[in-house]
């Protein structure tokens, strides 16, 4: 179990990344929204928490139900097929704490413009916390000779997000990093995440792609079919 407070210094964030949030490709940016991009990152890098927590469980895939020793046990078409020839995989638990949501919640009584734009680059910080993660662990796995695979979290393909409480229960998240959810699997606080990452000996590649992004199922370019990365 790792279990990893880190210095806000550590995770900084592209502002392409925030405007690809809020739906920006090859528009041009207005300077007022410029203008509030800059303040909302700098904002949050005051605020954040960035915290995290993982463990690396033996897995067995059998008949389309990946079991993490008993601790969690998932059937899905999905993960049985991106884990096919894993035999362990890391389970995350990463937030960037409460401070941000109740920030959200005062833009969106008082300035929605500012609550959309701060929202957008809230969720860039806790994806280039989640990339900070992924990172460690595939030094982990190379330094054990596994390749590993991309990152998978519930609410892709065929995994539910009912499995949320699983998995916090699994890394005691609640105890660690002050993560829980609520009865709807939502995550509190909301701008938090769990994945998986299996490790294989196979040829899986590590590429970012639409299907590892958080925003996969809400994202406006993959509901007209397109690929966000495909820049």
């Known amino acids: 179990m790792k279990v990893n407070h880190i210095n806000s210094n550590?995770?900084?964030?592209?502002?392409?990344?925030?405007?690809r949030y809020l739906g920006y490709r090859n528009n041009n940016v207005?300077?007022?929204?410029?203008?509030?991009?800059?303040?909302?990152?700098?904002?949050?890098?005051?605020?954040?928490?960035?915290?995290?927590v993982y463990r690396i469980f033996e897995v067995k895939n059998e008949n389309n139900i990946i079991n993490f020793e008993n601790f969690i046990k998932i059937t899905s078409n999905d993960l049985a097929k991106l884990f096919k020839d894993c035999k362990k995989?890391?389970?995350?638990a990463a937030t960037i704490g409460f401070e941000v949501e109740k920030r959200i919640k005062y833009f969106n009584s008082t300035n929605l413009t500012k609550a959309v734009i701060f929202d957008a680059c809230a969720s860039a910080y806790i994806e280039a916390l989640c990339d900070y993660v992924e990172s460690e662990i595939m030094e982990i796995a190379a330094q054990e000779d596994y390749n590993t695979t991309f990152r998978y979290s519930p609410g892709y393909g065929d995994v539910p997000i009912s499995h949320q409480k699983e998995i916090l229960n699994a890394l005691n998240a609640q105890k660690y990093i002050g993560l829980s959810s609520l009865d709807s699997s939502i995550l509190v606080p909301r701008k938090s995440v769990t994945a998986f990452i299996g490790?294989?000996?196979?040829?899986?590649?590590?590429?970012?792609s639409c299907l590892n992004c958080n925003l996969y199922n809400n994202c406006s370019f993959t509901k007209k079919g397109e690929n966000s990365y495909d820049k």
Not at 89 to 92: E, G, K, L, N, Q
Request: net charge negative.
């Open 89 to 92: 995989s890391a389970v995350i």
């Open 30 to 52: 207005d300077v007022e929204t410029y203008k509030l991009l800059n303040e909302s990152i700098i904002e949050l890098q005051n605020i954040c928490e960035f915290k995290y």
């Open 10 to 19: 550590l995770i900084k964030i592209n502002i392409n990344e925030a405007l």
């Open 199 to 208: 490790f294989n000996k196979g040829n899986e590649t590590n590429n970012k």
